[in-house]
């Protein structure tokens, strides 16, 4: 078992209080380095969400000044900035990136609050410059309702803090559901809040359990006015049809397929510096890793042996141990996915330029999967299609402007997005032609909490982020008024 200061409380959190699932269910949560188990947790339902969903409707009730929650954002940025050694070890071992990359997550969560505290008088209300009508118009930017915030376990802090942030500076209470795999970190920030910061009752609930019950009560309950989810697309569609008939607000951070594109004339080892932070990051987890790497055929297999060079110093292993850069997978079903993508790449014609074929995996808990790297990959194969969400590292190669454009956007997703060149006219031309919402140029850099992030096409709908981040939570209340 887990043993925490954060962790004493391994339970759900409902209108102020620690509490069990109705039933006395609970979940099992494991470490995916060996399978021991770390905790149980309750496995809540539709009674208990309910609770939280008039919880967070009462909290209405008593709206808090934008001083107050400028307040509790920066006490939550102290509490994370205190505890992240423990919450980055917490989060390492139900995950299993590596610990200092863990830290890392959660000084990326810190950013998104303080993000939030220092711009939220964009909230304040605004008066027009123009009179139309002989009036005088002011915009309030009123909180929406009680949210709902659905997080995946790739990102177990990051993910809710993007979310968590803009909901607190609207002034929105909040009923929270982590995925089922990783839900400690979050027991952990709510233990932080409970200990922390002077929030209502009713202001944040967090509900763990089964997804489908708990995501239908979230979707059919009429004083959930927002729902924002992180996830798969696949999940992302069954929320936008069970909301349609209460048309609720939806913001949707779904799926992606990046593709990271090399052209000749780009600096080769920054290109490959840059792939192994942003491929590698999460055990290549991660919504916005390159998915597809398409190198210019005149430099593919020059630019494949320099990420080989670079890819072969990474160490594989516990994510607790200090030198370890790459952690398990998270489970049976992504080692065996990424195992499919490397076999089926095999299969259809793709050489192998660094890693081979790991066996099977015999136990539920995650495996470790080397890095591997293979060249000739084409669009008929599975790891050009689908999120790999491994350390496979699948490379094509393109012969003009064109044809790379062409391929990139050859998907339904639209997330994120890199490019490398040393033609900046170049460059901006194809940044213009790409279909994705984050395009890094000569950069493999993902989302900062300063910036909008989001995706186009089937990645999703709504920003998180930067000003457009913090207006998600908000409904625009015009007033006119006449003398
Ligand atoms: P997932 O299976 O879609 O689950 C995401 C969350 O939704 C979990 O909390 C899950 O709970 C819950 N859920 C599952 N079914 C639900 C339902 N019917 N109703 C309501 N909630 C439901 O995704 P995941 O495997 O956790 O995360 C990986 C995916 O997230 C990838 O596709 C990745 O690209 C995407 N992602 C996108 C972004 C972005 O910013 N666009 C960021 C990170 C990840 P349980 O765990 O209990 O099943």
């Known amino acids: 078992m887990l043993e925490s200061s954060l962790l004493r409380n391994c339970q759900g959190y409902i209108n102020g209080h620690w509490v069990d699932a109705d039933s006395g269910k609970t979940l099992t949560v494991y470490n995916p380095v060996d399978g021991a188990t770390l905790a149980q947790v309750p496995g809540m339902g539709p009674e208990e969400t309910t609770r939280a969903v008039e919880a967070a409707r009462e909290a209405l009730k008593t709206p808090a000044s934008l001083e107050q929650r400028r307040t509790w954002l920066n006490g939550i940025v102290q509490a994370l900035q205190d505890n992240r050694e423990e919450l980055g070890r917490i989060l390492c071992m139900e995950h299993g990136k590596p610990w200092k990359e863990a830290q890392g997550e959660v000084d990326y969560a810190a950013g998104f609050f303080r993000y939030c505290a220092e711009h939220m008088d964009a909230l304040a209300p605004r008066v027009l410059d123009e009179k139309p009508r002989n009036c005088t118009w002011t915009v309030h930017y009123r909180p929406a309702g009680a949210v709902a915030l659905v997080t995946p376990w790739n990102f177990p802090i990051g993910m809710i803090a993007k979310k968590l942030s803009a909901a607190l500076a609207a002034d929105c209470p909040c009923v929270i559901k982590p995925s089922s795999k990783t839900p400690l970190t979050m027991v952990a920030l709510f233990s932080l809040l409970d200990q922390a910061l002077d929030l209502p009752p009713g202001k944040v609930n967090l509900v763990t359990g089964s997804a489908g019950p708990i995501g239908d009560t979230l979707c059919d309950h009429p004083d959930i006015r927002v729902l924002s989810f992180t996830g798969s697309t696949e999940v992302g569609r069954e929320l936008i049809e069970r ?135 084409s669009p008929q194969m599975a790891c050009w299609k689908e999120e790999t969400f491994g350390p496979l590292v699948p490379i094509a190669t393109f012969s003009s402007e064109a044809q790379a454009i062409e391929m990139a956007n050859q998907t339904e997703f639209g997330l994120a997005s890199y490019l490398f060149t040393g033609d900046d006219a170049r460059a901006q031309r194809v940044i213009a032609a790409l279909e994705f919402a984050h395009v890094g140029y000569n950069t493999g850099s993902g989302p900062a909490p300063e910036a909008p992030f989001g995706g186009m096409k089937q990645s999703g709908y709504g920003r998180e982020g930067g000003l457009e981040g913090l207006f998600e939570f908000v409904e625009p209340q015009t007033v006119p008024r006449g003398s």
């Open 243 to 377: 909301s349609a008939p209460q048309v609720k607000k939806l913001t949707l951070e779904l799926g992606g397929n990046a593709p990271y594109i090399v052209f000749e004339d780009a600096d080769l080892d920054a290109a490959a510096e840059n792939l192994i932070g942003n491929k590698f990051r999460g055990g290549g987890q991660t919504c916005v890793c390159a998915n597809r790497i398409m190198v210019h055929e005149s430099v593919a297999a020059d630019f494949a042996e320099r990420v080989k060079a670079r890819a072969s110093k990474l160490k594989v292993g516990d994510g607790l141990e200090p030198d370890t850069d790459l952690g398990p997978l998270v489970d049976r079903n992504g080692y065996e996915k990424v195992r499919r993508h490397l076999t089926d790449a095999l299969d259809k014609g793709a050489e192998l330029v660094m890693g081979d074929v790991p066996p099977s995996l015999e136990n539920d808990w995650g495996g470790f999967f080397p890095p591997t790297i293979v060249l000739g990959v």
